[in-house]
């Protein structure tokens, strides 16, 4: 917990002083908490909360989801997923968030069938088709990202700016960037 100061954990992480801010992080990886910590800190963003559930001995990621939710220091949760236990009950939670007007954003671990063989490896968890969670995240108005990097860039800009109607725009000076941003 950010704004106390609480660190409970293993990594390198809980050993710094995190900046407060409005961004939870719930994670089926406590290791990766580092990376996206760091990350946030770059780009200048605070946290309220981490939560690292591991392997859902006692509660499960949409447990933390509903708790962090009705944090008022709360207004962004970055999730990262290996599996939802209940997509019902997860898209009342994403109902929730809209309603009081926080973002969720997600990265799910195990898209193809190699990374859902690691990932049931990690959990012990089944990681299902990367397409129902697409669909549940597009449904649910959760913004799913595909990289570490994109969970906390998307997390700081929600933090930072909330959602912002209309479209994307990119530029670039170099031809060859410009042909990477629109692939």
């Not at 609480?6 to 900046?19: D, E, K, S, Y």
């Not at 990376?35 to 981490?50: C, H, R, Y």
């Amino acid at each position: 917990n950010a704004h106390t100061g609480l660190a409970v954990g293993f990594n390198t992480a809980h050993t710094r002083r995190i900046p407060a801010g409005d961004i939870a992080i719930i994670s089926h990886s406590g290791a990766l908490f580092d990376v996206l910590a760091v990350q946030l800190m770059e780009f200048g963003a605070g946290m309220s909360i981490f939560v690292s559930c591991g392997n859902e001995a006692d509660f499960n990621i949409l447990d933390y989801l509903e708790y962090v939710l009705e944090q008022k220091e709360t207004n962004v949760v970055a999730m990262l997923v290996d599996a939802l236990p209940d997509g019902e009950r997860f898209r009342r939670l994403a109902a929730r968030a809209h309603a009081l007007n926080k973002h969720i954003v997600a990265l799910k671990i195990g898209l193809t069938k190699e990374g859902a063989d690691a990932a049931n490896a990690h959990s012990s968890r089944l990681a299902s088709v990367a397409g129902a969670y697409a669909a549940l995240f597009e449904s649910s108005g959760v913004a799913q990202v595909y990289s570490l990097e994109g969970l906390a860039t998307a997390a700081a800009l929600l933090s930072f700016y909330g959602k912002v109607e209309g479209g994307l725009a990119a530029i670039s000076a170099s031809g060859a960037g410009a042909a990477l941003l629109a692939a």
